[in-house]
T-cell receptor, first 109, second 115 residues
């Protein structure tokens, strides 16, 4: 089983749609979880941290299920500018961080 | 807003040559990292550095690679005797202001092309 597994997509959705991405991780001792966004040939940029209680930032909602070792990201009211690759990132602490392959989102006018 | 910077943005080298990639982490951060991303593949962890020593490294980070913090601001990745398969984007990251969260902030990357 891969350390961090994501569906690479692409997900093609119309503007205004709601889209959800999932991610599973294999190491039950993982401590920190993040969603990063990566535009083509650019650096990953933090979108949001993910907490067990779930957290929301505007149109973005992230959830963590430790029992199932599963992380999700929901994007509501998709904008053209949301087109990017969304990276699920899992950390064991301050050191090694493991990235998923990323899920590519294309928002279509 | 403070940010991680990297130089050069693009480095072209001949196979077998040595390259040094440079990074200036965010000034009050304590942990520094190097990652690489081969075109079309996922971001891969190379090494983490804390308190002037390597704290963790991946199986990719073999004797060909070394890291150094030569002064109070720069953090470098040296690749000795580059191979064709070293061609990738190399990202530097830093994290953890004292007492802060472990979120990593990435620099814009150096694209290394080995010919």
């Amino acid at each position: 089983r891969k350390e961090v597994e994501q569906d690479p997509g692409p997900f093609n959705v119309p503007e205004g749609a709601t889209v959800a991405f999932n991610c599973t991780y294999s190491n039950s001792a993982s401590q920190s979880f993040f969603w990063y966004r990566q535009d083509c040939r650019k650096e990953p940029k933090l979108l949001m941290s993910v907490y067990s209680s779930g957290n929301e930032d505007g149109r973005f909602t992230a959830q963590l299920n430790r029992a199932s070792q599963y992380i999700s990201l929901l994007i509501r009211d998709s904008k053209l500018s949301d087109s990017a690759t969304y990276l699920c990132v899992v950390s064991g602490g301050y050191q090694k961080v493991t990235f998923g392959i990323g899920t590519k989102l294309q928002v279509i006018p | 807003e403070p940010e991680v910077t990297q130089t050069p943005s693009h480095q072209v080298t001949q196979m077998g040559q040595e390259v040094i990639l440079r990074c200036v982490p965010i000034s009050n951060h304590l942990y520094f990292y190097w990652y690489r991303q081969i075109l079309g593949q996922k971001v891969e962890f190379l090494v983490s550095f804390y308190n002037n020593e390597i704290s963790e490294k991946s199986e990719i980070f073999d004797d060909q690679f070394s890291v150094e913090r030569p002064d109070g601001s720069n953090f470098t990745l040296k690749i000795r005797s580059t191979k064709l398969e070293d061609s990738a984007m190399y990202f530097c990251a830093s994290s953890v202001p004292a007492g802060g969260p472990d979120t990593q902030y990435f620099g814009p990357g150096t694209r290394l092309t080995v010919l």
